[in-house]
């Protein structure tokens, strides 16, 4: 929606289309207002919809999954477009009055964010718990259409007809011919950018959620480091009057970029076993910790894995812009609207791609991290290859040098460190199954060498040593004078619950849901428990959400 909200702006700008930008605004914030109300009532009310190629198979069912993204997409394209057209058309119409194309877009860039970063903590933690999500949606609502009636009234008293721009900066466009033809990897270098930024911060959530046990607020803490960052980033660049050498402070910015990567595969990886760690972070998350702590918890980690990469990443894109913007001469809203559809692209395959193809294809978290890392590293070499100097290829090769040095000198293990069972990968408890899935990482181990455990995301979720508790759960229905023939469980786990219905003879079908398909594979090492479940006459197992599968 982002997407197609600021191409269609950036082809209205440069046709020239639009007399008045503040009124054009104005309507489409009241546009998102009101299809914020229209969704209110209309997506409790869209089950039906959705049901329509709604039955459960056996088999990963893709009409299903395409039906249910074009329909997600009707109900979401006009609203997020509206919003994707905005900050061009803002850029476009302040780069006209200040004359300042990097200072307005980085101003304007930063705002923005920053005003995500207090609704993603504030609705996180104070909004939905005081009003619920529905009375949360309103004040959004409220606040859209307040907006738009404010613009509108300012747009009738404002000068609309600013002249085009005559400033320093168009004709530095127009002159800077001897980089035109650069003008196309700056387009690539902003999709480079929302691909790599957006693909981080969806692994990283997935590390920091097997190391901090998730809880409810860790996605709106997550969120909230992560656009103040790039919120302070980008204003950190709009305070620089003069950036002399802009393509050397890219490079600079992304070779940072990936030695910070580097360093954040080291943490997750090796450095959270380590006993300094545990000292200072694994009492803090014990048994008698409380709210304050476990929330202080998941804040220091999101903080210390996000806050710089994310400062870094803010100053990118106001920087990629300038230099798009001077090397092909265009009008600010077209020129900002073009960078804005390819980091914006960008940021969707982002967050597709690393986990549905190179989590898949590579085997692990930690190598489509590295791989992250080197495509930082061969954006910023390329940067510096673009500069003029003689000792530029010198340059590449001292940081190509460098980065192999720190890779090579951080160590990183195989397993993803768990806080909550920080002793089960040493030498007695080392995985007998561990995957990476698209879903969750499931990890089968043998604690002490005495029972086995199944953990998800660093959570513990199934254990021979309380296999009472899952076989009283298995039982307690068929002590009922009922006559249980079908049963419906949902979640595979170990499936120590499953093998205690199966005793019973009574039993004609049991339908098994389980989200993340990792866990079939490691329920075959509790045969003895569940009585060889993948491959019971009686049980069916259907990869899916319980919601959507009802």
């Known amino acids: 929606g982002l997407l197609v909200g600021s191409w269609w702006i950036g082809k209205k700008l440069a046709e020239n289309k639009i007399s008045d930008e503040l009124k054009l605004y104005g309507k489409l914030e009241l546009i998102i207002g009101v299809f914020g109300l229209l969704l209110l009532i209309i997506l409790p009310n869209s089950k039906s919809l959705f049901a329509l190629l709604g039955q459960p198979t056996l088999s990963f069912n893709v009409v299903r999954l395409i039906y249910n993204i074009v329909l997600t997409t009707i109900l979401l394209v006009i609203p997020t477009a509206a919003m994707g057209a905005t900050l061009p058309l803002l850029v476009s119409y302040f780069s006209k009055q200040s004359n300042t194309f990097r200072k307005t877009t980085a101003q304007f860039?930063?705002?923005?964010?920053?005003?995500?970063?207090?609704?993603?903590v504030l609705t996180g933690f104070f909004f939905i718990k005081s009003l619920g999500v529905n009375n949360s949606l309103v004040i959004a609502i409220i606040l859209n259409v307040f907006i738009g009636l404010i613009v509108l009234i300012l747009s009738r008293s404002s000068k609309t007809n600013i002249p085009t721009l005559k400033n320093e900066e168009i004709n530095t466009g127009k002159a800077a011919q001897s980089i035109n033809s650069r003008s196309n990897f700056f387009l690539i270098a902003a999709f480079t950018t929302g691909f790599i930024s957006i693909a981080y911060e969806v692994l990283w959530i997935r590390c920091l959620n097997y190391l901090l046990n998730s809880s409810t607020y860790t996605f709106a803490i997550v969120l909230g480091i992560f656009l103040f960052g790039i919120s302070f980033g980008s204003i950190l660049v709009s305070f620089l009057k003069r950036v002399v050498k802009p393509l050397i402070l890219v490079g600079i910015i992304q070779f940072v970029l990936s030695l910070a990567s580097v360093c954040i595969i080291y943490l997750f990886y090796e450095y959270a076993y380590s006993e300094s760690f545990s000292n200072l972070f694994i009492i803090s998350n014990g048994l008698e910790s409380n709210w304050y702590e476990n929330v202080g918890l998941n804040f220091i980690f999101s903080l210390i894995v996000f806050l710089i990469p994310a400062v870094l990443m803010g100053m990118s894109f106001p920087l990629i812009s300038d230099l798009y913007y001077r090397a092909k001469g265009e009008v600010p809203g077209q020129a900002i609207s073009k960078i804005y559809v390819f980091n914006t692209l960008g940021?969707?395959?982002?967050?597709?791609?690393?986990?549905?193809?190179?989590?898949?294809?590579?085997?692990?978290?930690?190598?489509?991290?590295?791989v992250l890392a080197v495509l930082n590293l061969l954006l910023a070499l390329y940067f510096f290859l673009k500069i003029k100097s003689k000792y530029r290829s010198v340059l590449v090769g001292v940081l190509f040098a460098l980065f192999t040095l720190i890779t090579g000198i951080l160590p990183s293990g195989e397993y993803l460190a768990s806080l909550e069972s920080i002793g089960e990968d040493n030498n007695a408890d080392r995985p007998i199954f561990y995957k990476e899935g698209i879903m969750a990482t499931v990890k089968v181990y043998n604690k002490e060498g005495k029972y086995k455990s199944m953990s998800i995301d660093g959570v513990t979720i199934a254990s021979e040593d309380f296999k009472q508790k899952e076989s009283i759960i298995g039982h307690l229905p068929f002590l009922t004078n009922a006559s249980v023939k079908e049963v419906l469980v949902v979640g595979l786990a170990s499936g120590s619950t499953i093998g205690s219905i199966l005793k019973?003879?009574?039993?004609?079908?049991?339908?098994?849901?389980?989200?993340?398909?990792?866990?079939?594979?490691?329920?075959?090492?509790?045969?003895?428990?569940?009585?060889?479940?993948n491959n019971h006459p009686k049980v069916d197992i259907y990869?899916?959400?319980?919601?959507?599968f009802l």
């Open 543 to 548: 990869i899916d959400d319980i919601y959507s």
């Open 109 to 120: 860039y930063s705002i923005n964010a920053l005003g995500g970063a207090f609704a993603a």
């Open 347 to 370: 940021c969707i395959l982002g967050a597709l791609i690393p986990v549905f193809i190179f989590i898949p294809a590579f085997g692990s978290i930690k190598t489509t991290l590295y």
């Open 504 to 533: 019973h003879d009574e039993l004609e079908n049991l339908d098994v849901v389980e989200i993340v398909p990792s866990v079939i594979k490691g329920a075959d090492f509790f045969k003895t428990v569940n009585g060889d479940v």
